[in-house]
């Protein structure tokens, strides 16, 4: 299975995951088309995903894993994540199953890791709250929106949030008070600590039903006028101190920027869109042109929102 892992490990590990499987929500999936697991839809074929369906199976899973001493990778909606097209050799770790549901009660919503942000959005909105609308049309789930500390329109995710449950690696599910959680632009230290987020309350205020529902059609139509239609992984840099990445992108001439099939798109400098045929090479070498054109011209190093991962789970490195 993987070049990295030990044969003696890939082995204990499937004897482990059959063992977890006849008792417990669990699927295991091995040689998994990663492009059809990231919005970019790149990406060869990954050795192994572990789909859990409840808290429970990931701190098996996760116990399991560090026992044998192998790295895993979780993974939300992959609407953040350029797969190398050498696949990836590491486990995949997902979520669903009851972890896929979510809750509304008087004082906003309970929900699991791998409900869909935007699913979620449209149910609170429905049920007359309001707090989520800005981050309607944000691809991907709620735990990787919680890792990311997603945002938009002058809200983010840890403006609502009040508690998220965790399982820490090789540790037992906790839950734990947003406010003890460091968080910053686009990243939160959950994500930096590797442990999974299984579910998350959301505390919203009560609205009139036609209001929030306006505000989200609004938003819908904006997104859809700034985003491009091809596949891509949203915004591929964060924006620096007091000022937008796309900004200094388009200035330093970016838009319409071509390797191989992999595009900067035209209506947005920071978002490269995926062409027939674009490999997650190609998709590098762009990001890494643009990187190095922004601080040729400003002086700014950019730094990566989209996380491109390497064969064996590693961040690539875009250059200095
Ligand atoms: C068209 C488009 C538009 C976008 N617009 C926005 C926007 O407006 N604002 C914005 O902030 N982002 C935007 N994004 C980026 C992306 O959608 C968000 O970052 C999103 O929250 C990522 O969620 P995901 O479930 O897809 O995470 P993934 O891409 O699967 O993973 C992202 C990171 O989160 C971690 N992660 C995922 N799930 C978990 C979990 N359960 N527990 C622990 N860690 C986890 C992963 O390990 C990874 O490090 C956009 C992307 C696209 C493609």
């Given at each position: 299975m993987a070049k990295n892992i030990p044969l003696s490990a890939v082995r204990e590990l499937q004897s482990e995951l059959r063992l977890l499987q006849r008792e417990l929500p669990l699927e295991v999936h091995e040689r998994v088309d990663l492009a059809s697991w990231s919005s970019m839809r790149i990406g060869g074929l990954g050795d192994l995903v572990i789909r859990c369906g409840s808290e429970t199976v990931v701190a098996e899973v996760l116990s399991a894993l560090g026992r044998i001493g192998v790295r895993y990778f979780v993974l939300g909606g992959g609407s953040n994540v350029v797969f190398d097209d050498r696949g990836l050799r590491i486990p995949l770790l997902t979520l669903g199953g009851d972890l896929a549901r979510w809750e509304i009660d008087p004082d906003g919503v309970v929900a699991g890791a791998s409900a869909k942000l935007t699913q979620v959005c449209r149910a609170v909105a429905r049920a007359g709250f309001s707090g989520m609308e800005g981050l309607f049309g944000i691809p991907g789930t709620l735990g990787g929106a919680v890792a990311m500390n997603a945002g938009a329109y002058g809200v983010e995710i840890f403006d609502l949030l009040d508690r998220v449950e965790i399982v820490p690696a090789g540790g037992r599910p906790v839950t734990i008070p947003a406010a003890a959680i460091g968080h910053g632009y686009r990243s939160s230290e959950l994500k930096q600590r590797g442990d999974v987020v299984t579910r998350v309350r959301l505390n919203l205020e009560p609205a009139e039903i036609s209001r929030v529902m306006g505000k989200i059609r609004e938003i819908n139509l904006l997104r859809r006028k700034k985003?491009?239609?091809?596949?891509s992984a949203g915004s591929v840099f964060r924006n620096p101190p007091g000022d937008f990445a796309g900004r200094l992108l388009e200035a330093a001439g970016c838009k319409g920027l071509r390797v191989g099939g992999a595009r900067i798109t035209e209506v947005h400098a920071n978002v490269i869109v995926a062409d027939r045929g674009a490999t997650s090479a190609d998709v590098v070498e762009l990001a890494r042109t643009m990187r190095r054109r922004v601080h040729d011209r400003f002086g700014i190093l950019l730094e990566p929102e989209v996380l491109f991962l390497d064969e064996l789970g590693e961040p690539i490195d875009l250059g200095g």
């Amino acid at each position: 299975m993987a070049k990295n892992i030990p044969l003696s490990a890939v082995r204990e590990l499937q004897s482990e995951l059959r063992l977890l499987q006849r008792e417990l929500p669990l699927e295991v999936h091995e040689r998994v088309d990663l492009a059809s697991w990231s919005s970019m839809r790149i990406g060869g074929l990954g050795d192994l995903v572990i789909r859990c369906g409840s808290e429970t199976v990931v701190a098996e899973v996760l116990s399991a894993l560090g026992r044998i001493g192998v790295r895993y990778f979780v993974l939300g909606g992959g609407s953040n994540v350029v797969f190398d097209d050498r696949g990836l050799r590491i486990p995949l770790l997902t979520l669903g199953g009851d972890l896929a549901r979510w809750e509304i009660d008087p004082d906003g919503v309970v929900a699991g890791a791998s409900a869909k942000l935007t699913q979620v959005c449209r149910a609170v909105a429905r049920a007359g709250f309001s707090g989520m609308e800005g981050l309607f049309g944000i691809p991907g789930t709620l735990g990787g929106a919680v890792a990311m500390n997603a945002g938009a329109y002058g809200v983010e995710i840890f403006d609502l949030l009040d508690r998220v449950e965790i399982v820490p690696a090789g540790g037992r599910p906790v839950t734990i008070p947003a406010a003890a959680i460091g968080h910053g632009y686009r990243s939160s230290e959950l994500k930096q600590r590797g442990d999974v987020v299984t579910r998350v309350r959301l505390n919203l205020e009560p609205a009139e039903i036609s209001r929030v529902m306006g505000k989200i059609r609004e938003i819908n139509l904006l997104r859809r006028k700034k985003l491009p239609s091809r596949p891509s992984a949203g915004s591929v840099f964060r924006n620096p101190p007091g000022d937008f990445a796309g900004r200094l992108l388009e200035a330093a001439g970016c838009k319409g920027l071509r390797v191989g099939g992999a595009r900067i798109t035209e209506v947005h400098a920071n978002v490269i869109v995926a062409d027939r045929g674009a490999t997650s090479a190609d998709v590098v070498e762009l990001a890494r042109t643009m990187r190095r054109r922004v601080h040729d011209r400003f002086g700014i190093l950019l730094e990566p929102e989209v996380l491109f991962l390497d064969e064996l789970g590693e961040p690539i490195d875009l250059g200095g």
